[in-house]
């Protein structure tokens, strides 16, 4: 049977339009989070995915892939990611990081095999991470509302503007023709992404008593320090 791309979107989408139906009478008290009926159904919606799926498809990546292949996997994925990178570098007018971003990819590509090994770290190039949502914050534009997506978790109105961006539009596998390579490709970054995440989630399960709360807390911190540089003191996003 031949894989459609579009699968898991809309799946998603099904997940979302069904657990809407089911938690739209539910009350917020936090004025981030008007949707946490909706929000806190897709979180459980998750949970149970990463428990009945996606954790045993980790586990089962871990257990045949080498270390420095895995790592290898996700410097490659990195390396395609410094090309959104570079792009919000310039639309936040950061020109000498976009400089060091740029060169950094030139030096991965080559030396370092399409980014399978991360020569650039040792170079005194490090990894940034800006993306589109960082530079709709760095403009002025609000977080919204903040929202769990189905299969992928915690993010906010503007934030889903930000991953369609940088995840479609600047990302060169959703330009490969090759319909096979395109999925081989996005299925291998996404199991390659929940297996990075399991130890994390492991962690959060074991100190966090209400591991929805933590999961919103954590996330909007750590979006304020990305977009203030790590200088987010006193910084307050506005849900505009």
């Not at 004025?31 to 009926?37: C, F, I, S």
């Not at 492991?202 to 304020?224: I, N, P, T, V």
């Amino acid at each position: 049977m031949r894989f459609d791309v579009s699968c898991l979107g809309r799946a998603a989408l099904l997940a979302c339009t069904l657990l809407a139906g089911a938690c739209a009478t539910t009350t917020a008290n936090d004025p981030r989070d008007p949707l946490e009926g909706f929000n806190r159904g897709v979180y459980s919606f998750n949970q149970t995915m990463d428990n009945i799926l996606f954790d045993h498809v980790s586990k089962l990546y871990q257990a045949i892939t080498p270390d420095f292949v895995d790592k290898g996997v996700s410097n490659f994925f990195s390396n395609l990611n410094d090309i959104a990178v570079v792009a919000n570098d310039l639309l936040q007018f950061k020109i000498n990081q976009a400089l060091s971003d740029a060169t950094r990819f030139v030096f991965n590509s080559t030396i370092g095999l399409a980014g399978f090994f991360d020569v650039s770290s040792a170079m005194d190039l490090p990894k940034h991470d800006e993306d589109f949502g960082q530079t709709l914050g760095y403009w002025g534009v609000g977080a919204g509302p903040y929202l769990m997506i189905p299969f992928f978790g915690p993010s906010s109105f503007r934030d889903v503007t930000g991953h369609i961006v940088d995840r479609g539009l600047l990302n060169p596998v959703f330009y490969i023709d090759d319909d096979a390579i395109k999925a081989g490709l996005l299925t291998l970054n996404y199991v390659d992404f929940k297996a990075d995440l399991m130890s994390a989630r492991k962690l959060m399960g074991e100190a966090a008593l209400d591991e929805y709360e933590f999961l919103k807390s954590a996330y909007f911190e750590k979006r304020q320090n990305q977009i203030q540089d790590g200088q987010n003191a006193g910084y307050q996003e506005e849900m505009e």
